[in-house]
């Protein structure tokens, strides 16, 4: 399977709080601008099909806690591929701190996930998918073990939240593969990480 | 005229230093230079395009001090570097005094006012270019009626960012958007207003 990971962010590079605010779930201090990506159907429609290609789903604790809150909850509408990917598809979750999550078809990585994560990739299969999930992300990228990296980016600037790409981090090159434009100027970007070049000096 | 500007931004949001690794070492960056790999004919087509339609230029002073012993060596023209040489180039700063390079003029009072009375005055496009720091205040003052984004397909990892961690939002509308054969997004937005938040999205995702 390829590792493909798929991230909302804005203009300024946020990737925290693209929905609305889901019960249950706080965020972090000083945030007070969930809800930002305002998908059309162009950009729906994206988001089912790459759904749909998952064979096997990878998760920050955050972002599944998230998903859980508000995914999990949600009865089966009929029609949506997410939905269903999200139920049926092993969920991998890593985390220290959760033991034994309910929502099922979830496992529990709690130790050396980048092992963890190249054997997953060496089955068969289509995609092993990341959705958001920064610091996971961030971590896989940086180990080399992101095969396709597709961005939808919001025409806004939100301007506070946590940001996809830190501060400091290896200076990665990418290629990019496609690039598109829905009706209300969300462009969806599908890059291929080509390796960390290291500094330029 | 209206305001409209340009900046080369990786995909993590890091301007400095595009050009090349001496261009801007503020705060020690060394990784400078990371838009040399990606130049091609489509993209200086772009640019020409884009300079064509400037009647003045607007430049921090950090960026001019940059163009001031470039340019007027570099004049092979074109509307780019003839463009850049020829056209009146507003700076705001209160350390430049009498300006070798002409046409410039140095706004040292009311930056706010001044370049409201050039936007109010005809023309075409009062271009600025680069110049993070002035550009970053100009949107948070609404002054800035285009953003043309050339984001280069590399993560920097370091260096400084067009937007700020804590900032007015913006709403913005995607007027135009391309790609090079290089992987460079040129992108148009035009800021229109603040931007909303909260709202459940028709499907609910």
């Not at chain 2, 209160?94 to 390079?101: E, F, G, I, R, Y």
């Not at chain 2, 370091?158 to 937007?163: D, I, K, T, Y």
């Not at chain 2, 509308?173 to 709202?199: C, H, I, K, N």
């Amino acid at each position: 399977m390829k590792l493909t990971a798929t991230v909302q962010v804005s203009v300024d590079g946020v990737m925290q709080g693209p929905g609305a605010p889901v019960p249950g779930i706080v965020e972090t201090a000083g945030f007070d601008r969930d809800g930002w990506a305002h998908f059309d159907t162009d950009a729906g429609v994206e988001m089912d099909k790459i759904y749909a290609r998952a064979d096997v789903l990878l998760f920050g604790r955050r972002t599944y806690e998230v998903f859980a809150a508000s995914w999990g909850t949600w009865p089966d509408p009929g029609d949506s591929p997410i939905w269903t990917a999200l139920h049926t598809k092993p969920k991998y979750v890593v985390t220290r701190t959760m033991t034994s999550p309910t929502w099922s078809n979830t496992i529990v990585l709690s130790d050396d996930v980048q092992t963890a994560v190249r054997e997953l990739k060496e089955q068969p299969g289509a995609e092993l998918q990341v959705h958001a999930s920064g610091g996971l992300l961030r971590s896989l990228i940086d180990a080399g073990l992101v095969d396709e990296l597709t961005l939808f980016t919001f025409p806004v600037v939100v301007g506070q939240g946590a940001r996809l790409f830190p501060e400091t981090g290896p200076h990665v090159a990418l290629d990019l593969l496609t690039s598109r434009s829905t009706p209300t100027g969300i462009t969806i970007q599908v890059y291929r990480p080509v390796g960390a070049t290291g500094d330029s000096d | 005229m209206k305001l409209t500007a340009s900046m080369m931004l990786s995909l993590d949001g890091v301007y400095q230093g595009p050009g090349g690794p001496d261009e801007d070492r503020r705060g020690g960056f060394d990784r400078g230079g990371w838009t040399a790999a990606y130049g091609n004919e489509e993209g200086w087509q772009f640019l020409v395009s884009w300079f064509e339609r400037a009647d003045a230029f607007l430049l921090g002073r950090k960026t001019w001090e940059i163009w001031e012993p470039y340019w007027p060596q570099h004049d092979g023209g074109d509307p780019v570097s003839h463009g850049i040489n020829v056209l009146p180039k507003y700076v705001p700063s209160t350390t430049l005094k009498n300006p070798a390079w002409q046409p410039t003029r140095v706004i040292d009072r009311d930056v706010e006012g001044t370049i409201r009375e050039l936007k109010a005055s005809p023309g075409r496009e009062l271009q600025i270019h680069g110049s993070g720091e002035l550009l970053r205040w100009l949107l948070e003052r609404d002054l800035v009626d285009e953003l043309n984004l050339r984001i280069y397909p590399v993560i920097v990892g370091e260096g400084l960012r067009l937007f700020p961690e804590n900032g007015p939002s913006h709403n913005l509308e995607l007027v135009d958007s391309r790609t090079t054969a290089s992987g460079v997004m040129l992108q148009t937005y035009r800021p229109a207003g603040r931007a909303t938040f909260g709202r459940a999205d028709a499907d609910e995702r």
